[in-house]
C-alpha cells in the first residue's frame, strides 16, 4: 500500500509557509503526482540504491491559488513518499540570487535531508515522528 | 557572438522553416527582457538540481539513506533475509 509520511520537520517547514500551503495541499499534489506522473518543471533528480531497496529523490512543483513553490520528495521503494523540503518559487532561493546563495541551498537542504531522515529513523509507534496517509 | 549560441541558432535554421524562423526572431526581440529573467530562473534551477544531488550524494546522507533502506525492509519485510 503507498503512503505519503510527513514528518514533524516538514510540518515546521511547512508552518513558515501557512500563508500559502498546508498540509493537505501537500497530499493532495503527491497523490495526483502519483496517479499522473511527472507534470511540466517536474523531475527525478537521482536514484539511490540500497540492495534491493531503492530511494528515488524527486522535485515537484506545487500551485495553490497565486502561490507556486517546489519542493523534494524522497520515494522509499515506489510505495512511501517522504516530504523533505520545500520553498516558494519566489521565494529568498529564487529570484534573489545573492553572492553566497549555493552555499545557503546547500545548507539548507543538507538540514533538510538530515531532519527528514532522522525523523524517519526515531519514529515508532510509541513516539511516532511522522503521520501517515494511505494513499488509494 | 559564442560558438554554441551559433551553433544553436544554425540547429533552428535547420529545423523551422523561414517563417517559423521571422516568428522565433521577432519572439526573441520583443521579449529580451523577459527572456533574461527565464535565463536566470533556469540558472538557479540547474543550480538547485545539481546542488541537491551533490547532498544527497554525500557520505552523512548517503549513510542515513543506508538506515532508512535497512528500517524499511525490516517494517515491510520483517521476514526477509538481510
Known amino acids: ?136 | 557572438m559564442t560558438e554554441l549560441l551559433q551553433q544553436a541558432f544554425t540547429i533552428v535554421s535547420m529545423n523551422f522553416s523561414p517563417k517559423e524562423q521571422e516568428r522565433f526572431a521577432h519572439l526573441i526581440i520583443e521579449n529580451i527582457s523577459r527572456l533574461r529573467e527565464f535565463l536566470e530562473e533556469e540558472s538557479e534551477e540547474r543550480n538547485f538540481d545539481r546542488i541537491a544531488v551533490k547532498t544527497v550524494k554525500s557520505p552523512k546522507i548517503q549513510n542515513m539513506l543506508g538506515r532508512v533502506a535497512e528500517k524499511y525492509r525490516n517494517r515491510n519485510y520483517p521476514g526477509n533475509p538481510q
Do not use: W
Not at chain 1, 508552518?15 to 527525478?44: A, C, M, N, P
Not at chain 1, 538540514?111 to 496517509?133: C, G, I, K, R, V
Open chain 1, 1 to 136: 500500500m503507498k503512503r505519503i509520511l510527513i514528518t514533524g520537520y516538514f510540518r515546521k517547514l511547512l508552518k513558515k509557509l501557512r500563508k500559502h500551503f498546508d498540509e493537505q495541499d501537500i497530499t493532495d499534489d503527491i497523490k495526483e503526482f502519483v496517479r499522473i506522473g511527472f507534470r511540466k518543471g517536474e523531475s527525478r533528480l537521482t536514484t539511490e540504491i540500497f540492495g534491493d531497496v531503492t530511494v528515488e529523490i524527486v522535485k515537484l512543483r506545487i500551485r495553490v491559488h497565486n502561490s507556486a513553490g517546489r519542493y523534494l520528495i524522497g520515494i522509499i521503494d515506489g510505495n512511501e513518499y517522504l516530504p523533505i523540503f520545500i520553498d516558494l518559487k519566489t521565494g529568498c532561493y529564487g529570484r534573489n540570487m545573492s553572492f553566497n546563495a549555493d552555499k545557503k541551498t546547500a545548507s539548507m537542504l543538507e538540514s533538510a535531508l538530515e531532519n527528514t531522515l532522522a525523523d524517519y529513523l526515531e519514529h515508532t509507534e510509541e513516539h511516532p515522528m511522522f503521520t501517515e496517509y494511505l494513499i488509494e
